[in-house]
């Protein structure tokens, strides 16, 4: 057994009051985190300082006592400091280099979320009441909390379709992996959502052509839209529905498939992102693919830190599709809408397949030789221009989905 933290995810409805009160608190810990990220900012650009996190948070003291800011005093104070930290840890990711420069929070992009520790709420009972609220949050129970689980952290978010969501980070402990030294290689597609070198291949979800397609459709009818009119606003809260309904229900089928594919094997191989974008497009197809590939990712990461198993990334560009898994010929292009091409030496290959045994190859290749794990992010010349064909082959072939 393995003792490990996991975040346990319900909807929940709120009183108007409640509703009222989170609204409030989101708004806040926007500002808080916006403020702190300029200041930070200026701090840098006018003088080289690095603010820490206790200066942002002796700043949010200080803010609260002047007449213009003195609502932030109005709301539950551990969201503002959780924000506090979430910024500091930002800073520290884009000075390791792994991030971005913090980008401001704004109202449209930003998802509305709050965090509160363990000082910022009760539970009893299985009933969870938030600071400054008399009543405990209606949850839906979609799953029970692992038995005698309480909560040591709270996230409340509401997302761009208007649904309230609570996360609960809880204590657990899970059973360790059986042995096995299986491994297997895969491919996420568009057409099929991924490719196992196993020969099994995963479809998309139930529903999600015609979800797709009302989509696409919802989003021709936004883009015709006036700016700022009530219609636009009535048209982005329908994709921001459908979009959601497309993503629930993706995760929950990636969670199933990503709790399979660890419990039965020692060795998970996938492609990098970055390395499956070389081949972009910019259909919506692709984007909702790009999204899934990102979370089956995180996924695969974290069950495979907790079932004790291997996940490798390949990061280096290869042929993956147009190379034969049994004898590593080239063939010449395969335009998206052919599934199945037989190579010279004979053997006949599902296209998805063929790339996720190639992936699965390349990745315990790499894993053997143990030290050329580095990307090899430019891709070579004639590499180069193999992406170049694929990516409008890719294209013309989307039509047809
Ligand atoms: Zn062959």
Not at 71 to 84: D, G
């Amino acid at each position: 057994m393995t003792q490990i933290k996991r975040a346990f995810k319900y909807r929940f409805y709120p009183t108007d009051e409640q509703a009222a009160e989170l609204s409030r608190t989101f708004g806040c810990v926007r500002l808080v985190y916006n403020k702190a990220l300029e200041e930070r900012t200026a701090a840098w650009n006018s003088e080289r300082l690095r603010m820490s996190y206790g200066q942002s948070s002796a700043r949010l003291t200080e803010w609260k006592k002047t007449a213009e800011f003195a609502f932030l005093c109005e709301v539950s104070s551990v969201p503002l400091q959780q924000t506090l930290r979430h910024l500091q840890t930002a800073f520290t990711n884009f000075f390791a280099g792994r991030a971005r420069y913090p980008r401001l929070k704004t109202r449209k992009r930003s998802r509305a979320t709050a965090e509160y520790t363990r000082s910022a709420f009760t539970w009893r009972n299985g009933h969870l009441t938030l600071a400054k609220m008399t009543t405990p949050l209606d949850i839906r129970w979609s799953r029970p909390l692992p038995v005698g689980a309480g909560p040591t952290t709270v996230t409340v978010s509401r997302d761009r379709a208007g649904r309230w969501f609570v996360s609960m980070l809880c204590d657990d402990a899970i059973a360790s992996g059986t042995d096995t030294d299986l491994s297997v290689g895969v491919d996420m597609g568009i057409t099929s959502l991924v490719a196992l070198s196993t020969g099994e291949k995963i479809p998309n979800p139930r529903h999600e052509r015609r979800d797709r397609a009302r989509l696409a459709r919802a989003q021709r009818e936004l883009a015709r839209k006036a700016k700022g009119s009530r219609n636009r606003d009535k048209c982005r809260h329908k994709v921001a529905r459908i979009h959601a309904r497309i993503t629930d229900r993706r995760r929950d089928f990636l969670h199933k498939l990503t709790t399979r594919l660890v419990r039965e094997n020692q060795t998970v191989v996938i492609e990098d992102l970055a390395v499956r974008n070389l081949l972009k497009n910019g259909t919506l197809a692709r984007a909702i693919s790009d999204a899934s590939w990102a979370e089956l990712r995180s996924m695969l990461e974290y069950k495979c830190a907790w079932y004790g198993r291997d996940l490798i990334v390949v990061d280096r560009w290869f042929p993956s599709s147009k190379m034969c898994s049994v004898c590593g010929a080239l063939t010449a292009k395969i335009p998206l809408h052919v599934r199945t091409w037989t190579c010279r030496c004979g053997a006949t290959h599902d296209r998805d397949v063929n790339a996720a045994r190639n992936t699965l190859a390349a990745g315990l290749a790499v894993a053997a030789c143990g030290a050329d794990v580095r990307p090899q992010r430019e891709p070579s010349r004639t590499g180069r221009s193999a992406t170049k064909q694929e990516t409008q082959r890719a294209t013309a072939g989307i039509h047809c989905l």
